[in-house]
């Protein structure tokens, strides 16, 4: 089955203490993007690839870092995670040539104490 | 950074109405879409425009790029209890590939 998967899919952390939310495809896509959403702001792009090696800054990419080193993962790295980055985290992933038509992961909640 | 001003925030609304929501821009967009989200999942792509003055159809679903690519709206013919949800506009800004803005979202009530 064709699919985004993200994990874990809830996880409650300090702050401080470094951690990383893994998304990974296996549909072969180029193109991965990380979104968080919060109530009343929709979804706000961190940071997207447009293939391997390659990453580039969203509208939000402060306090967080990624790395594409395989086609198929794209992990979300919050180095000293702050109270601020507690939201609803999506990976999506689609064809670098309709990257609009995005895949999305069923969402990490993360929240930080 | 760029925004998407979608309107309205919420609507609700009895089982067999249209419905109507739109995305508006202060720049150019080159692509327009509209996304589907369900309590507790990812956002689903429900249209995709590609060009100025495109108008599109999925089902009971119509989806149309205004002609100044700085804004788009989506009908929903005759609402069925499943249509319940919140509905997102997104885009990518010209000159970015991408880079997708969404907008706030419309969160949609149907009343059976």
């Known amino acids: 089955e064709a699919q985004v998967t993200q994990n874990p899919r809830y996880l409650i952390t300090v702050t401080g203490k470094k951690l990383t939310v893994t998304c990974s495809q296996n549909m072969n896509h180029e193109y991965m993007s990380w979104y968080r959403q919060d109530p009343g702001l929709g979804l706000r792009q961190i940071y997207y690839?447009?293939?391997?090696?390659?990453?580039d800054k969203g509208d939000v990419p402060e306090g967080y870092k990624v790395s594409r080193k395989e086609k198929r993962n794209f992990p979300l790295i919050l180095e000293s995670p702050s109270p601020n980055q507690t939201s609803l985290y999506f990976c999506a992933s689609s064809y670098a040539g309709t990257v609009n038509e995005q895949f999305f992961g069923p969402g990490t909640r993360l929240t930080v104490l | 950074g760029q925004q998407l001003n979608q309107s309205p925030q919420s609507m609700f609304i009895q089982e067999g109405e249209d419905v109507s929501m739109n995305c508006t821009s202060s720049?150019?967009?080159?692509?327009w879409l509209w996304y589907k989200q369900d309590p507790g999942e990812g956002p689903v792509l429900l249209i995709a425009?590609?060009?100025?003055?495109e108008l599109t159809s999925n089902g009971r679903l119509t989806a149309q790029f205004g002609i100044t690519r700085k804004d788009s709206f989506l009908n929903i013919s005759a609402s069925i209890p499943s249509d319940v949800g919140i509905y997102f506009c997104?885009?990518?800004?010209?000159?970015?590939?991408?880079?997708?803005?969404f907008g706030k979202g419309t969160k949609l009530s149907v009343k059976p």
């Open positions: 997104a885009g990518h800004p010209k000159g970015s590939q991408g880079n997708l803005i």
């Open positions: 720049s150019i967009f080159n692509t």
């Open positions: 690839s447009m293939n391997v090696e390659v990453t």
């Open positions: 425009l590609y060009k100025a003055g």
